[in-house]
């Protein structure tokens, strides 16, 4: 199996632009989380779904942020419009089942708004 | 939210010593789980440890959990090079709507110097 898979690695984007990241899950897992990773405030989950449907989105910031899974095997999420602040790294992860289970991570996109 | 405190929040020591690592959590857990984050790289998952279990081992890593004090420990014995890394604690904590979701905290960084 390939991994958890992550597009683009690297994005770079002026301020006020639609930002799409993408995320290939390990197939057969069930549950799929989107992280963002800053210097300021660690690891933060964004949003977590359990077959495909979103459980958790507390972590979304605001309005701005929104994540789809249309299938098992592919989610996006999407800034719009984006911001300098919103600059950091943003892992997408999955797991067979749920939290009781590793999650496996995948390489994350470093995305930098200016 | 911050559910585990690693403690230190940076360690510096000489091939082939021990390295400890300390995770302080708040509320009460289902499981604890520690990752490794190579620079540049996502997430690497190391051990699970549920919250019946007081020790668990893996290779040269060592995992302790006390519920009572709300604390878990990663020990690496004869530490190399290689093991150079972040390593963050995870813990489940519960959600919205009663969903769980696993929080990290920010991280010890390790430097195991040749």
Redesign the interface.
Known sequence: DAG?IQSPRHEVTEMGQEVTLRCKPISGHNSF?W?RQTMMR??E?LI?FNNNVP??D??MPEDRFSAKMPNASFSTLKIQPSEPRDSAVY?C?SSLR???????????TQLSVL | SQQGEEDPQALSIQEGENATMNCSYKTSINNLQWYRQNSGRGLVHLILIRSNEREKHSGRLRVTLDTSKKSSSLLITASRAADTASYFCATDEGGRGGSEKLVFGKGTKLTVNP
């Open positions: 958890v989380f992280y660690g690891l989950l977590y459980i958790d507390s972590g892992f992860a749920g939290l009781n289970e590793k999650l496996f991570f995948g390489s994350g």
